[in-house]
């Protein structure tokens, strides 16, 4: 089974409330990401996980926080939603976080804050 | 520097009509790539992988990609579309790290329309 499943699948939230994004995998892959994909754009990594080592991009770094209670699920937890947060909110897993294995990607969480 | 360029953001065909999405990369080593493929609505999918040997790989529907050094490229091609390949593509690059952790290079995508 590859599945990544998160939940949920739309939410909407009110500007400076805060946001929380759940993703599990049972493949017991080590690493797992959060990305952020707006309409004719790549995907964005914010932020993975590899084991219980959390990696935050730069640019990013203070507007996202996760955790990873156990090695099947991952949050990803914004403290205050602003307009410029409504996007895709991709979840995905590899075996490992060194780019030699592909990663699978969850159905996404469509976020719009109003 | 690491990039991935795919020259078309937008491609039109027709059902029943061969393929190709072009996509160029910048590595000085010998890179892994994927295809990523997202359908209207839902999330990002493999397609395909090349790591090393044959140049020309297979992957589900259909859809085969041919690696080139030589030319830094990884087109993917399929020989008969349906309306149901509708869907942005995504080329991707992994510059694996072993030991460490890497990042994907993300193409902008190439939004394929086939028409009935």
């Known amino acids: 089974d590859t599945t990544v499943k998160q939940n949920p699948r739309y939410k909407l939230a009110r500007v400076g409330k805060p946001v929380n994004l759940i993703c599990s995998q049972t493949m017991n892959h080590d690493t797992m990401y959060w990305y952020q994909k707006k309409p004719n754009q790549a995907p964005k990594l914010l932020l993975f996980y590899y084991d219980k080592i959390l990696n935050r991009e730069a640019d990013t770094f203070e507007k996202f926080q996760s955790s990873r209670p156990n090695n099947s699920f991952c949050s990803l937890y914004i403290g205050s939603a602003g307009l410029e947060y409504s996007a895709m909110y991709l979840c995905a897993s590899s075996r490992d976080g060194t780019g030699v294995y592909e990663q699978y990607f969850g159905p996404g969480t469509r976020l719009t804050v109003l | 520097a690491q990039s991935v360029t795919q020259p078309d953001a937008r491609v039109t065909v027709s059902e029943g009509a061969s393929l190709q999405l072009r996509c160029k990369y910048s590595?000085?080593?010998?890179?892994?790539l994927f295809w990523y493929v997202q359908y209207p609505r839902q999330g990002l999918q493999l397609l395909l992988k090349?790591?090393?040997?044959d140049p020309v790989v297979q992957g589900v529907n259909g859809f085969e990609a041919e690696f080139s050094k030589s030319n830094s490229s990884f087109h993917l091609r399929k020989a008969s579309v349906h309306w149901s390949d509708s869907a942005v593509y995504f080329c991707v690059l992994s510059a694996p790290n072993v030991g460490d952790n890497s990042k994907l290079i993300w193409g902008l995508g190439t939004s394929l329309v086939v028409n009935p």
């Open positions: 090349y790591y090393s040997g």
């Open positions: 590595y000085s080593g010998t890179p892994y």
